[in-house]
């Protein structure tokens, strides 16, 4: 279970300057969690544990030597005590259980000149105790990495109750065999957790550092380095960067120092404002950005339409050249967008350009010119059914005429037609979109529980429980 709260967001290495644009931290309550999940998977664990077979031999006065051997034992109850885990700064996780007891069945035989016994017994194990720290750490790509790094196993008191044989060998069988089982359990428990801790390895390499969020952009989300693990909490750098799939590029930006406060939740992940820029910067360079309108796009209650009757007030030249023809409008970036992260709000301005065209009787199109055009944006970003949805209004647009092939014009009362296009229809589009949502990575396993989204300045933060179902 700790493997997976340490991964939940557990997402090739490579650092985006000192600060990470994905920050997340697990605090105690994680672990208080965890330890009820783990319990149960210990349960399951210990539950199967096997001891090997020992045979051997004892000098007994006044019989002389015997030969024994002790096999088939293994644990068939225990109770498991709430363990204790807590942070061990710069180190890892500390999981400590103690009074623990056990129970454990097995078969016995001895061998005395010529007398030959054996029989089973059962060994009641009294006040086992363990403590582990668990090295948590990270590899060339940005993966954790777990490790035993300190362990202590102790037994307390043995007892043993025989089952079959000659009684008067019983006494001196108790004795061996409550020392070679107290031995086995002390050099056994430890290196079984640590093959245990050493064995989740594969599972980590499997886990993911990228999602691929659809088929042009691509989030990264490696450690730049390891964990920071203090007192009451541990917190993961990550890169968190958007790349365009076809045309990798590095954001030319390092992402701005946050921090994460949030102590009532198990989990807190931040996404930085340079993080979300690089998603602008991915689109625009896989070049999707882009829209064309039609006629046919503008609702019909729109005074304006796309066509050269529409723009006469504007351009008188346009019907005189091109009488009542239809228009379209291929509007795209002119270079990345720019996201700002306020308190509760998300400001986002884009810079475009509009190519405008006549569409001829024989359908092939005409330029009649080109508008740049800067609009700034405003959105409240919410949690929905486990997505990052949201909704996006304009705030305001400003053209000039980058070309033209009908001589130069006004471009300020044009301003309202484009913004009545955005409005209209391209922001239906893209508010559908977020509608739709984002859906937030996760395992099959691990369920998020009433997750809270936050603005800040300069980062966005997600807060929330989780939830594991094996």
Not at 237 to 259: A, I, N
Not at 309 to 336: A, C, H, N, W
């Amino acid at each position: 279970m700790w493997v997976y709260l340490i991964t939940l967001l557990a997402i090739p290495h490579h650092a985006l300057g000192a600060n990470p644009g994905l920050e997340s931290v697990i605090t105690q309550k994680a672990l208080e969690y965890a330890k009820h999940v783990g319990a149960s998977l210990a349960q399951e664990k210990l539950g199967g544990l096997t001891i090997p077979d020992m045979t051997g031999s004892i000098s007994i006065s006044p019989f002389g030597k015997v030969d024994y051997s002790v096999s088939g034992m293994h644990v068939v109850n225990f109770n498991l005590p709430e363990p204790v885990v807590g942070f061990a700064e710069e180190a890892g996780i500390k999981i400590g259980i103690s009074g623990m007891n056990v129970a454990i069945n097995g078969n016995w035989r001895d061998h005395y000149q010529l007398i030959r016994d054996s029989g089973s017994f059962d060994l009641a194990v009294y006040e086992l105790a363990v403590s582990v720290l668990v090295g948590v750490g990270s590899d060339s790509t940005g993966r954790l990495t777990l490790s035993s790094t300190n362990c202590d196993a102790s037994v307390g008191d043995l007892e043993v109750t025989f089952h079959g044989g000659t009684s008067w060998l019983y006494n001196i069988f108790k004795k061996i065999i409550q020392g070679l089982v107290h031995e086995q359990l002390n050099s056994k428990l430890c290196p079984m957790l640590s093959e245990y801790i050493d064995g989740l390895e594969p599972l980590l390499q499997k886990i993911n550092v990228s999602y691929q969020y659809d088929p042009y952009v691509v989030f990264e989300f490696p450690l730049i380095h390891p964990p920071a693990i203090g007192a009451s909490n541990m917190e993961f750098d990550c890169k968190g960067e958007f790349y365009s799939v076809e045309h990798r590029g590095e954001f030319p930006f390092t992402p701005e120092q946050f921090q994460l406060h949030d102590q009532n939740r198990m989990v807190s992940v931040g996404l930085s404002q340079s993080s979300a820029n690089s998603a602008g910067f991915a689109y625009h360079s896989a070049g999707v950005l882009r829209i064309r309108l039609t006629d046919s796009m503008i609702p019909k209650v729109s005074p304006i339409r796309l066509n050269t009757t529409s723009f006469e007030s504007f351009i008188p030249e346009l019907p005189k050249r091109y009488p009542g023809m239809l228009m379209l409008v291929d509007l795209f970036t002119s270079q990345q967008p720019l996201i700002t992260f306020q308190p509760d709000n998300v400001t986002a301005q884009a810079f475009g350009a509009a190519k405008v065209y006549v569409i001829l009787p024989n359908a092939t199109l005409a330029p009649v010119f080109v508008l740049d055009i800067c609009a700034s944006f405003s959105a409240k970003l919410f949690m929905s059914d486990l997505k990052l949805t949201g909704f996006m209004t304009l705030n305001n647009v400003s053209l000039n005429l980058a070309s033209s092939e009908l001589g130069p014009f006004q471009t300020k009362s044009m301003e309202n037609v484009i913004r009545a296009g955005i409005r209209l229809a391209v922001l239906p589009e893209v508010n559908a979109k977020l509608k739709r949502g984002i859906p937030l990575p996760a395992t099959p396993e691990v369920s998020l529980v009433n997750p809270v989204l936050k603005v800040n300045q300069g980062f966005v933060m997600l807060a929330t429980d989780v939830s594991y179902s094996p």
